[in-house]
């Protein structure tokens, strides 16, 4: 599912945020990437979305070569992943169902079907009856949740989640990744960037350690 082949991200003014990261990430596993702030786990999750392009190295995503990939073949990757942010990055003028509609509305489904899948997507994270209000009037742990409905509602193959529990109180911490538990049982891959050790530990996947860019092949650990 996810391959890196000697990846460097070197960005302008000579600092470099990843350095030689080799692994791979087979289909249907959930797997945390961990490190301190600042160790490029950030800038691993954007190239795999390809919101940073790759300075060396190779980097394959669902079968296909990111480092080569067109411009305009952005948006049909984006569309088999979800892609889930600590800030949300909802939309506050906008109804929890419009938030959560919205990578559908871009694809061009139609309505009625927008509709079933967003009220699915919603009671998976126990939303379901709140598609009506607006995110300002919700806890941060729902507007998480609103930020993860509309990261699945368009079935991706492909999950990764920057910090997804960073601004959350432990009990709320541990509910989000159960979520992520129940998407990786249907057969979704799980790319978790996150501080919270004690969950890591907890859940005994695989974890990957960046320090300072660099994979720490000490710290990759198997169930």
């Known amino acids: 599912m996810i391959h890196f082949d000697r990846v460097h991200k070197h960005y ?3 600092h470099e945020a990843l350095k030689d990261a080799s692994f791979r990430i087979e289909p249907g596993e959930l797997v945390f990437l961990t490190g301190h702030s600042g160790a490029g786990k950030s800038t691993l999750l954007k190239l795999i979305a390809l919101i940073e392009r790759v300075s060396q190295g190779q980097l394959v995503v669902d079968g296909e070569n990111l480092t080569s990939m067109r411009r305009n073949r952005i948006p049909y990757l984006r569309r088999r992943l979800g892609i889930i942010f600590q800030d949300h990055h909802l939309l506050y003028d906008r109804t929890v169902f419009d938030n959560v509609a919205l990578p559908l509305v871009i694809s061009g489904v139609s309505h009625q079907e927008i509709s079933r899948r ?4 919603l009671d998976k994270v126990g939303l379901l009856g709140k598609e009506r209000l607006y995110p300002i009037t919700l ?3 729902e507007q998480q949740r609103v930020g993860i ?9 492909l999950l990764i989640a920057d910090e997804p529990t960073g601004n959350l ?3 709320l911490a541990q509910e989000i990744m159960k979520l992520f538990l129940l998407f990786n049982q249907v057969g979704v891959t799980v790319l978790i960037a996150t501080h919270a050790l004690d969950l890591v530990r907890a859940l005994g996947r695989r974890v990957l350690h960046l320090d300072h860019g660099r994979l720490d092949e000490a710290m990759v650990t198997t169930r």
């Open 149 to 157: 409905a509309r990261a699945v509602v368009h079935k991706p193959v």
């Open 12 to 14: 302008p003014g000579g």
């Open 139 to 141: 806890s941060g742990g």
């Open 169 to 171: 109180d432990p009990e």
């Open 118 to 121: 967003v009220r699915a997507a």
